[in-house]
């Protein structure tokens, strides 16, 4: 299953509430937050890159390919899942696209088998991930084929994820807090980080 499926993470906002810069490169645990997230998602995909803007070298050590949006003005994370399907959809090598956060370091290990098994009965559907009530819905597992729908809903100024993926088939998967860390915790602010800080030091005593 994990050759069939492609991921990209998506790091291409611009981190208003952190001030600026790039959240996955803050450190956490004596490495970036995108290492953790690169060492949770890359044994699950066939193949990963990192959707980013801007000077693409700084990202130049985690030796991913990185891919900016292809449409103009930052509209937001699902310029990002565009440019990944695009991605696939060129190379023609894989059947499904997974998106997950670039400010996530606790993304969970099985994100991509519950996905693809939510989807079985229906292999063009999107399949969202759920936590605690909430749909998280830029972790999600994504057919092949849907960039035109998705580039013409951005062209017609369309931005809200949970919108289009509303328009198309879908199915939501729940995901349980694993030792008390919901998986999708997402570092926003810096008193997000330093709780990211705490939870990672716990759970390695």
Do not use: C
């Amino acid at each position: 299953m994990p050759d069939s499926i492609a991921g990209i993470i998506l790091a291409g906002g611009l981190s208003s509430r952190m001030g600026g810069g790039d959240k996955p490169l803050l450190e956490l645990n004596g490495k970036p937050v995108l290492h953790h997230i690169i060492g949770r998602i890359s044994p699950q995909v066939g193949a990963l890159a990192l959707n980013a803007n801007g000077d693409l070298d700084r990202f130049a050590a985690f030796g991913l390919p990185v891919l900016p949006d292809t449409t103009p003005g930052f509209p937001g994370p699902l310029a990002g899942v565009l440019a990944g399907l695009e991605w696939i959809e060129a190379q023609q090598t894989h059947q499904a696209l997974v998106t997950v956060a670039g400010d996530t370091p606790f993304l969970p290990f099985d994100l991509v088998a519950r996905l693809s098994a939510a989807r079985s009965n229906n292999p063009q559907a999107i399949a969202i991930a759920g936590s605690g009530g909430r749909d998280h819905p830029v972790f999600g597992l994504w057919p092949a084929g849907m960039s035109a729908p998705l580039r013409s809903y951005l062209i017609g100024g369309g931005r809200k994820v949970l919108d289009f993926i509303r328009s198309r088939p879908f199915v939501s998967v729940n995901f349980d807090a694993h030792d008390g860390i919901d998986p999708f915790f997402n570092i926003n602010t810096p008193d997000d980080l330093a709780e990211a800080r705490r939870l990672i030091t716990e759970s390695h005593e």
